[in-house]
T-cell receptor, first 112, second 111 residues
Framework: DAGITQSPRHKVTETGTPVTLRCHQT?????MYWYRQDPGHGLRLIHY???????DKGEVSDGYSVSRSKTEDFLLTLESATSSQTSVYFC???????????FGQGTRLTVV | QQQVKQSPQSLIVQKGGIPIINCAYE??????FPWYQQFPGKGPALLIA?????SEKKEGRFTISFNKSAKQFSLHIMDSQPGDSATYFC??????????FGAGTILRVKS
């Protein structure tokens, strides 16, 4: 998994609570991404980062924020979790553009 | 709005068969087309990728065919094995970031 660790791996949370998912990489890759995976939709980009403190929105960014204070860590925060955010979340890293993207093992989040 | 349309949703083949998964795209600016393989409980992993300046690429038993004029590309798995049973995603990107994924194809290879 190219040194990518996602935590937690599983989480159940209540509607309206804030949730933070963490992605940690040991490869010193510049580019990092957060995707969500839902049946029938494949993987959809939430937010991405080109470097420390350099982030931008993806296709489905509403209700999510990110931060990257160190090269190795990319945090995804759900400000106020909703049931529609129940999903499997994947972090990915890329050394350079148009190269292989490496994915973490995923975090299964359930909002009840 | 799905920028990359993938079919079929699921596919069952016998061992040794040649499953074919198809993808179509609209954005002619896409310049990199990877395929990812995902096993249950794991993250996707790059299988093979192609750029639009070639019409075919082979890596082992996996082949991508690319038709630029039709804006379509497909994955062929030769001599498929039960171990190939997984979900396959096609994807596309413009300028090297922000991969856009198809909806995925669940492949089952029966022994």
């Amino acid at each position: 998994d190219a040194g990518i660790t996602q935590s937690p791996r599983h989480k159940v949370t209540e509607t309206g609570t804030p949730v933070t998912l963490r992605c940690h990489q040991t490869e010193n890759h510049r580019y990092m991404y957060w995707y969500r995976q839902d049946p029938g939709h494949g993987l959809r980009l939430i937010h991405y980062s080109y470097g420390v403190k350099d982030t931008d929105k993806g296709e489905v960014s509403d209700g999510y924020s990110v931060s990257r204070s160190k090269t190795e860590d990319f945090l995804l925060t759900l400000e106020s979790a909703t049931s529609s955010q129940t999903s499997v979340y994947f972090c990915a890293t890329e050394m350079a553009l148009n190269t292989e993207a490496f994915f973490g093992q995923g975090t299964r989040l359930t909002v009840v | 709005q799905q920028q990359v349309k993938q079919s079929p949703q699921s596919l069952i083949v016998q061992k040794g068969g040649i499953p074919i998964i198809n993808c179509a795209y609209e954005n002619t600016a896409f310049d990199y087309f990877p395929w990812y393989q995902q096993f249950p409980g794991k993250g996707p992993a790059l299988l093979i990728a192609i750029r639009p300046d070639v019409s075919e690429k082979k890596e082992g038993r996996f082949t991508i065919s690319f038709n630029k004029s039709a804006k379509q590309f497909s994955l062929h798995i030769m001599d498929s094995q039960p171990g190939d049973s997984a979900t396959y995603f096609c994807a596309a990107t413009q300028g090297g970031n922000k991969l856009v994924f198809g909806a995925g194809t669940i492949l089952r290879v029966k022994s």
